[in-house]
């Protein structure tokens, strides 16, 4: 699967500390701002799938913690996402937390995903970062943040694709959060993704075309995420920590203020359109998405490292 560019602060720090977060440049080591597209990741990012969760020659496994939509008209989500760190994770894996959208375009999905991810290969580091991804095609290689042509980023944009973002929730001690929407814009169709950490003025960071992902029915999701090679074992989930049923913010991955856009680009809860899937139960779970009077409709999902397969 936040505070500013460098040191401004834009997010407003509760005393309960449950949202401050820095927004860091991509820097190397001598102080140059570091090109997002230096090096190619190990990973053909593997979005779910409704058969196996193994790329086509069976290095790369996938495995994924969501609630998501059955193929239907929709236009988008908008959630609260928790930031967690994975400072043990390796070369050969990668974990995050997502909205994800897919469109039918003749016999595939067509796929546009942003969020929060840990990916040593693509970075060369543990930070978390805020990505952006696309393929036109779900089973083939995208294309994430800025390498080639896709997601167009806002003029001045507050958070921008591969920037880290700090410090990370931290277990039991204080939870850290960014809420993002991916929703397509009823006037131009393209794909718009905002920060919405206040809600009567999201920040715009920018936008998928619509070309990416212009067809029904669509399927969208809210998803925990791992990728890893085969030769090694999956790495941690969210937090690290399978769901306890108590619902805590500082202990658990979550998504929480949960929303699903309509045609005209306003706001409901999700109701009864989404439904579970977990792929790999005995490694990761996930809890019922239920309304909460203080966190709206959210659920909690993750797991340890060390999932074998």
Same mark, same amino acid.
């Given at each position: 699967?936040?505070?500013?560019?460098?040191?401004?602060?834009?997010?407003?720090?509760?005393?309960?500390?449950?949202?401050?977060?820095?927004?860091?440049?991509?820097?190397?080591?001598?102080?140059?701002?570091?090109?997002?597209?230096?090096?190619?990741?190990?990973?053909?990012?593997?979005?779910?799938?409704?058969?196996? &969760?193994?790329?086509? %020659?069976?290095?790369?496994?996938?495995?994924?913690?969501?609630?998501?939509?059955?193929?239907?008209?929709?236009?988008?989500?908008?959630?609260?996402?928790?930031?967690?760190?994975?400072?043990?994770?390796?070369?050969?894996?990668?974990?995050?937390?997502?909205?994800?959208?897919?469109?039918?375009?003749?016999?595939?999905?067509?796929?546009?995903?942003?969020?929060?991810?840990? &990916?040593?290969? #693509?970075?060369?580091?543990?930070?978390?970062?805020?990505?952006?991804?696309?393929?036109? !095609?779900?089973?083939?290689?995208?294309?994430?943040?800025?390498?080639?042509? %896709?997601?167009?980023?806002?003029?001045?944009?507050?958070?921008?694709?591969?920037?880290?973002?700090?410090?990370?929730?931290?277990?039991?001690?204080?939870?850290?959060?960014?809420? #993002?929407?991916?929703?397509?814009?009823?006037?131009?169709?393209?794909?718009?993704?905002?920060?919405?950490?206040?809600?009567?003025?999201?920040?715009? #960071?920018?936008?998928?075309?619509?070309?990416?992902?212009?067809?029904?029915?669509?399927?969208?999701?809210?998803?925990?995420?791992?990728?890893?090679?085969?030769?090694?074992?999956?790495?941690?989930?969210? &937090?690290?920590?399978?769901?306890?049923?108590?619902?805590? !913010?500082? @202990?658990?991955?979550?998504? @929480?203020?949960?929303?699903?856009?309509?045609?005209?680009?306003?706001?409901?809860?999700?109701?009864?359109?989404?439904?579970? #899937?977990?792929?790999?139960?005995?490694?990761?779970?996930?809890?019922?998405?239920?309304?909460?009077?203080? @966190?709206?409709?959210?659920?909690?999902?993750?797991?340890?490292?060390?999932?074998?397969?």
């Amino acid at each position: 699967m936040v505070c500013g560019y460098v040191g401004i602060l834009i997010l407003v720090c509760f005393s309960f500390m449950s949202c401050c977060i820095t927004l860091v440049d991509s820097i190397d080591g001598s102080g140059n701002l570091e090109p997002i597209g230096k090096n190619t990741t190990f990973f053909t990012h593997v979005p779910f799938r409704f058969a196996n &969760s193994q790329d086509e %020659g069976g290095n790369i496994i996938s495995h994924y913690a969501m609630w998501r939509t059955n193929p239907r008209k929709f236009y988008g989500l908008r959630a609260e996402i928790s930031l967690w760190g994975s400072p043990n994770q390796t070369y050969s894996q990668e974990s995050g937390a997502s909205i994800q959208m897919y469109c039918q375009d003749g016999g595939h999905y067509n796929f546009v995903e942003v969020g929060f991810h840990v &990916s040593p290969s #693509l970075y060369h580091n543990r930070d978390v970062r805020f990505f952006t991804y696309w393929s036109k !095609d779900s089973k083939s290689a995208g294309c994430y943040n800025l390498q080639c042509k %896709g997601f167009v980023p806002a003029s001045g944009a507050a958070l921008v694709p591969g920037q880290a973002v700090a410090p990370p929730s931290s277990y039991g001690e204080y939870y850290r959060y960014v809420r #993002l929407s991916l929703n397509q814009d009823p006037n131009s169709g393209d794909w718009v993704v905002y920060r919405n950490h206040g809600l009567e003025n999201p920040s715009f #960071l920018g936008h998928f075309p619509v070309e990416l992902c212009p067809g029904t029915p669509r399927i969208q999701a809210l998803a925990g995420f791992v990728n890893y090679y085969n030769t090694t074992k999956g790495p941690l989930m969210g &937090s690290g920590h399978f769901p306890d049923g108590k619902n805590d !913010d500082k @202990k658990v991955g979550c998504f @929480k203020h949960v929303k699903t856009y309509d045609s005209d680009g306003y706001t409901t809860d999700p109701f009864t359109t989404m439904i579970p #899937l977990v792929d790999k139960p005995n490694c990761y779970t996930e809890t019922d998405l239920l309304p909460d009077p203080d @966190k709206g409709y959210s659920f909690y999902y993750g797991g340890p490292s060390g999932c074998i397969g």
